[in-house]
């Protein structure tokens, strides 16, 4: 950061504020505030209205997020809640349960209720709200938040830790400086990352659209079609197959081993759960969990297996079993797909469950449900085209080779975001710490 420096420094006393201008000092927040409250502890009846209420889901660092899905209460508790008095224009509301550290100044003209997750902070008429955001999302801060949360029987922040947490103390009107400052250039920073992951979306829809051509298609344009019988599906070639999954399979579809039998001894098998697989098929290297021997062999994963998420969140996801992973078995809430290789091939098969006609089989599926599963049977009964076996291989290195190429690109792109995030981190600690001064900077004097 090409950007000056003040001219004397003090020691603030405080380990992750360091070395501070000397005319700033630390100290803790409440010695600033007018009022700390959080959200409602109370339970409430769900209904049709307009009065959402709203937790730290809802509350980013740019803002107020509020979908058409909320939970609603009535008027009468929406009124009970916010009669506190909380949260007025120009309190800080900071994450406190859940997602924590996330922060943003309230800017609008009326309360909205909130839940205990979200807590308010009122600051001194002399305090800029603006200025301590930036603060709250500054490194030594939100490890801070992590510190006493990983204290807490909850696994909350506490607005007695909040409280006592220490923050630099400086003119209102260098505050503000600073703060306006930080509003220009993470908004410049914020655009340049929003556009790259804007790249990255557009590549990961080319990717699905170039799998489920592929894999529904075929690589011949020119090839003779037939209707497949099935909406969802539509025209296949007319040489092609379509057969359920389960009459794909060597062996019925399977649920994995009951985390019961977890262990910690890293020589024995290990124990897959979705959390510990990547996005690109390798696992996680600080997730390691094991199972006991005698538990997993029945549940030991072989080269093609493809596991499939069945509960939650996760509904639908796929990994396929690399033999980089070693000697692993799975878990309960994942169902192992064992593809017959005399009909299908495996990275076939496992390319189909990334592709558009995949997921609006499941997708059609949940939406008849209020549960988000998808058992076995549900899996078995999707339909999955099958060409020859010589033309599934041509296939598979077609979607291999062109894929590569997007993920290279998505990656550059991530690591570019990945960059920017950490520049904007670093940026915000400076300025909100004294390190740089950047009180004579213009918008058009900076680099």
């Known amino acids: 950061m090409n950007l000056p420096k003040h001219l004397q420094y003090k020691h603030s006393g405080v380990n992750w504020l360091g070395q501070i201008p000397v005319h700033w000092y630390a100290a803790m927040l409440k010695r600033i505030l007018l009022g700390i409250s959080d959200g409602t502890h109370g339970t409430y009846t769900r209904v049709s209205s307009e009065f959402p209420l709203l937790s730290a889901k809802n509350v980013f660092n740019d803002g107020i997020r509020i979908s058409g899905s909320e939970s609603s209460i009535s008027e009468e508790d929406h009124c009970q809640i916010v009669g506190s008095g909380y949260p007025r224009k120009g309190d800080l509301l900071v994450t406190s349960v859940g997602t924590i550290g996330r922060s943003f100044v309230y800017d609008r003209e009326y309360p909205l209720a909130f839940q205990r997750s979200v807590c308010f902070i009122r600051l001194e008429s002399k305090q800029y709200p603006q200025f301590y955001k930036y603060v709250v999302e500054s490194k030594g801060f939100q490890e801070y938040l992590t510190s006493v949360a990983n204290v ?23 505050q503000k400086t600073i703060a306006d400052f930080l ?16 790249l990255i979306a557009k590549l990961k829809e080319k990717r699905i659209a170039l799998i489920t051509q592929a894999v529904t ?9 037939r209707d497949s019988g099935i909406p969802w599906l539509g025209e296949v070639p007319e040489h092609w197959e379509v057969r359920r999954l389960k009459f794909t399979a060597i062996e019925p579809l399977r649920y994995g081993a009951n985390e019961s039998a977890e262990c910690e001894d890293t020589n024995f098998p290990r124990y897959i759960r ?8 390798s696992l996680h290297s600080d997730t390691f969990r094991s199972l006991l021997p005698e538990v997993a062999e029945p549940f030991l994963l072989t080269d093609g297996d493809i596991l499939l998420a069945r509960s939650g969140a996760t509904v639908g996801k796929s990994f ?27 990275t076939f098969a496992y390319y189909f469950t990334k592709s558009q006609i995949y997921w609006a089989n499941i997708n059609s599926t949940l939406i008849q449900s209020t549960i988000q599963n998808f058992n076995a049977e549900k899996y078995g009964s999707i339909n999955i085209p099958v060409p020859p076996l010589g033309e599934q291989n041509d296939i598979v290195k077609v979607i291999s080779r062109k894929c ?3 993920d290279s690109l998505s990656l550059a792109a991530q690591q570019v975001v990945d960059r920017l995030t950490e520049y904007r981190t670093a940026l915000i600690t400076a300025a909100t710490t004294g390190k740089i001064d950047v009180c004579n900077v213009t918008s058009g004097g900076a680099t």
Not at 332 to 346: A, C, E, N
């Open 217 to 225: 298609k075929g690589l011949n344009p020119d090839a003779p079609m």
């Open 320 to 346: 396929q079993y690399s033999p980089d992973w070693g000697k692993a078995a799975y878990a309960g809430y994942l169902i192992r797909f064992r593809v017959d290789s005399s009909v299908l091939v495996p």
């Open 274 to 281: 979705i959390t510990d697989v990547r996005e690109d098929g």
């Open 183 to 198: 509003d220009w250039k993470t908004g410049q920073i914020d655009g340049l990352i929003s556009k790259k992951k804007l």
């Open 404 to 406: 590569l190429k997007i």
């Open 152 to 174: 807490s029987a909850q696994g909350g922040v506490y607005m007695g830790e909040l409280c006592q947490a220490l923050v630099p103390i400086l003119p209102e009107s260098e």
